[in-house]
C-alpha cells in the first residue's frame, strides 16, 4: 500500500485518458508490455471445460488469450468485442484463417444473446468498473452462456479493500478534477478484491466461483453458470 499511496501521489496530475484511445496510443509496445503474462496466457484454455465450440471474449485485445484457446479448440467460433478498432484490426490480421468475428463496441452496451456460448472469456479488461457495472456485466454473462457454462476471466484483482477503495476514490477525484461524466471510459485501474468480485458473481447466479491460480499478479477467476 506504501508504494501504491506513493505512485498515485506522484501521478497525481497525469490526465485520465480515454480508454479506446489509450490502448490505440500504445498499439506498437503493447504486446511486449503484456508479455509479462505469457505464462498465464499459455495456460488460459487449460482452465476451459472440454468441447469449447463457442467462445465469447469480452475486451480481447489484440487477441493474446486466443492463442491457447486456439491450440486446445482449433475450429472454436470465436466472438470478440473491444473498444479499439486498432487492438481488433492487429486480432483479425493474426487469426486470419480462424473462425473469429470481432464486434467495435462497448461490451457493457453490445447484445450477446440468450444461451449462446459455452464458455465467455476475458484477460485483463474487466479491472476498471464499478460493483454496479459489473453486477449488470454478470447478469448478461450468465444469461448468454449455455447450461453448465463457464465465465473464466484472468484478471488484475485489489490486495484488500482499503486498496479497492483507495483506487475508487482517486479515479473519482481524478474525473472531477477534469469533469469527465461517470457515463465516458477512462484507463484507470479499478480492481475489486477477489472477494467482492466472487461475491457479484454468486448474486449475479453463478455457482462454483473460486480463484484458480495467480501468475505475475493475474488471478484466473472461473464461474460456472447454475
Ligand atoms: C489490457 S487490454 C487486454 C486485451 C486482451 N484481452 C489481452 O489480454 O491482450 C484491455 C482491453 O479491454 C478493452 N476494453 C476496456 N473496456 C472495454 C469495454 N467497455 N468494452 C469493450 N472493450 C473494452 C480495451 O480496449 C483493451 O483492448
Redesign the pocket.
Known sequence: MCELRAWLAETAAVPLEE??SF?AKRLGS??TH?SL?HEA?QKFASFLPADCTEIL?????????LQSVFARFPTAHVTG????AE?LAALSAKYDNKAVHTIC????AVPFGAARFDAVI????LH??TPEKKTALFRRIAETLKPNGVFLNCDYFACCDEEETLLFAECARRRAAANIPDAE?VHFDTPLTVAHESALLRKAGFSEVQPLESVNGAVFQRAEKK
Open positions: 480508454m479506446s490502448f503493447y504486446e503484456m503474462w496466457y471474449d469480452l475486451g480481447c485485445g489484440t487477441g493474446l488469450e468485442i473491444d473498444m479499439s487492438m463496441g462497448d461490451y457493457f476475458s484477460f485483463q479488461s476498471h468498473f471510459f
